[in-house]
Antibody, heavy 118, light 110 residues
Framework: EVQLVQSGAEVKKPGESLKISCKGS????????IGWVRQMPGKGLEWMGI????????RYSPSFQGQVTISADKSISTAYLQWSSLKASDTAMYYC???????????WGQGTLVTVSS | QTVVTQEPSFSVSPGGTVTLTCGLS?????????PSWYQQTPGQAPRTLIH???TRSSGVPDRFSGSILGSTAALTITGAQADDESDYYC??????????FGGGTKLTVL
């Protein structure tokens, strides 16, 4: 069974750094892209970027380029999303999802809620 | 900057048929954009409904169907049920590994 399990909720202060994770199981982790999706409170879904764990090829949506870093450790089947300096506007639910060969996101993690507040 | 457009809201009667659309701020949507559709209820992760324009994901009822309608991708729900009341999002593949979400449509069944 394909599963993506994300790390737990985080509460941080502005300016702090953060790295959240997404662990894949039940499939060959290195053979599928993993994407990250943001959902701000009461708002829609936003495509942030995507990584191919097989070779760490990473692509970012222009809106998120330079704002976050996506990485992966294929030895432990885990993808990451990180911030070097959080802002209050980073408060959101973040989902990881596997992308299939037909470009759809076919399996989703349960989401990680990030709250940034002073 | 390209924007993927969806109706902000739509309403359908139980048992009725509704078609939600997914367009581009400039240009037409074709199968080359590999349109996909997702359903999200409050507090839940999205669920994949349709990929590659017309292909239903595993376990999705056949009352959900995808198509190209003129210059847009479309999601049609035939025989709407109360538990179809959700937010619906389309995604278009823009090339170079990047995709874009539409703004989502809030569907009310009443």
């Amino acid at each position: 069974e394909v599963q993506l399990v994300q790390s737990g909720a985080e509460v941080k202060k502005p300016g702090e750094s953060l790295k959240i994770s997404c662990k894949g199981s039940g499939y060959r982790f290195t053979s599928y892209w993993i994407g990250w999706v943001r959902q701000m409170p009461g708002k829609g879904l936003e495509w942030m970027g995507i990584i191919y764990p097989g070779d760490s090829d990473t692509r970012y949506s222009p809106s998120f380029q330079g704002q976050v870093t996506i990485s992966a450790d294929k030895s432990i089947s885990t993808a990451y999303l990180q911030w070097s300096s959080l802002k209050a506007s980073d408060t959101a639910m973040y989902y990881c999802a596997r992308r299939s060969g037909y470009y759809e996101l076919d399996y989703w993690g349960q989401g990680t809620l990030v709250t940034v507040s002073s | 900057q390209t924007v993927v457009t969806q109706e902000p809201s739509f309403s359908v009667s139980p048992g009725g048929t509704v078609t939600l659309t997914c367009g581009l701020s400039s240009g037409s949507v074709s199968t080359s954009y590999y349109p996909s559709w997702y359903q999200q209820t409050p507090g839940q992760a999205p669920r994949t409904l349709i990929h590659s324009t017309i292909t239903r994901s595993s376990g999705v009822p056949d009352r959900f169907s995808g198509s190209i309608l003129g210059s847009t991708a479309a999601l049609t729900i035939t025989g709407a049920q109360a538990d179809d009341e959700s937010d619906y999002y389309c995604v278009l593949y823009m090339g170079s590994g990047i995709s874009l979400f539409g703004g989502g449509t809030k569907l009310t069944v009443l």
